[in-house]
């Protein structure tokens, strides 16, 4: 069964804390996404990668960045957390069409 | 610009009965797919169906169907007899072909028994 995972299914952080959100799949897919969701906001991209080492801003990048080191991982870090960036976050992979991970439920006090 | 826009914030319908979600779409590109997927209570997006903007033919799967215009831009879903497990929020979305999807807002369907 092909799965992308997320790392953590909930995550308190501390305002000011470096966050890392981790996404592995396991698809050999060249094409990563991270997204995030709000309420009445729905899917937003923040970056994207269709290769190693390679990404791209998305729609909502600003107070993020990510990493792309191994075709299968794809991390989104949020270099100083604010309260702000509070949400649930989607990763994906895949063209055409994307598998999903469970999503990260990330609240920032 | 792309662009998908789902009018229905939130739908609720008795157990049995019909149900269409609407969905409108904006695109320049000739080539370009389109989308729906179901996220139920648990939080994990379901991939329902995809379509390319070369094939309007309805599909059917089951007890949903997709009715997919290009003349109004729309791609429709249509739950015939719906079920309480039918709860859920359904996302419509659009790829121009360079793989990044663009989704609308989502319209939450409540299933009352």
């Known amino acids: 069964d092909v799965k992308v995972t997320q790392s953590s299914r909930y995550l308190v952080k501390r305002t000011g804390e470096k966050v890392f959100l981790e996404c592995v799949q396991d698809?050999?897919?060249?094409?990563m996404f991270w997204y995030r969701q709000d309420p009445g906001l729905g899917l937003r991209l923040i970056y994207f990668?269709?290769?190693?080492?390679?990404?791209e801003k998305g729609d909502i990048p600003e107070g993020y960045s990510v990493s792309r080191e191994k075709k299968e991982r794809f991390s989104l870090i949020l270099e100083s957390a604010s309260t702000n960036q509070t949400s649930m976050y989607l990763c994906a992979s895949g063209a055409r069409g994307y598998t999903f991970g469970s999503g990260t439920r990330l609240t920032v006090v | 610009a792309q662009k998908v826009t789902q009018a229905q914030t939130e739908i609720s319908v008795v157990e049995k009965e019909d149900v269409t979600l609407d969905c409108v779409y904006e695109t320049r590109d000739t080539t370009y797919y389109l989308f729906w997927y179901k996220q139920p209570p648990s939080g994990e997006l379901v991939f329902l169906i995809r379509r390319n903007s070369f094939d309007e033919q309805n599909e059917i799967s089951g007890r949903y169907s997709w009715n997919f215009q290009k003349s109004t831009s729309s791609f429709n879903f249509t739950i015939t007899a719906s079920q309480v497990v039918d709860s859920a929020v359904y996302f419509c979305?659009?790829?121009?072909?360079?793989?990044?999807?663009?989704f609308g807002k989502g319209t939450r369907l409540h299933i009352l028994p």
């Open positions: 990668s269709y290769d190693v080492k390679m990404k």
């Open positions: 698809m050999d897919h060249e094409n």
């Open positions: 979305a659009l790829s121009e072909g360079d793989d990044k999807i663009i």
